[in-house]
């Protein structure tokens, strides 16, 4: 599927999703808030999946 990003960088937040399930690293973060984090939002375009399967909500 078509997923959203404009800058590939950290740094828009257009990537945003909710994380439903599994683990991710992210690289590099410039555009969440630390509550959006610990509610469990991560930029897309900068994580790599920790875990078999992930899980993700880009409506959340
Ligand atoms: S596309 Fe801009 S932060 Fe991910």
């Keep these: 599927p078509d997923v959203p ?3 590939a960088g950290g740094v828009c937040g257009t990537c ?8 991710v690293d ?5 555009a ?6 610990e509610k469990g939002y991560i930029l897309t375009c900068q994580s790599r999946p920790k875990t078999a399967s992930i899980k993700l ?4």
Excluded: Y
């Design 57 to 60: 909500d880009f409506d959340a």
């Design 5 to 7: 990003f404009a800058c």
């Design 16 to 23: 945003r999703a909710k994380l439903v399930e599994g683990e």
């Design 26 to 30: 992210m690289a590099e973060n410039f």
């Design 32 to 37: 969440l808030e630390k509550d959006e984090i």
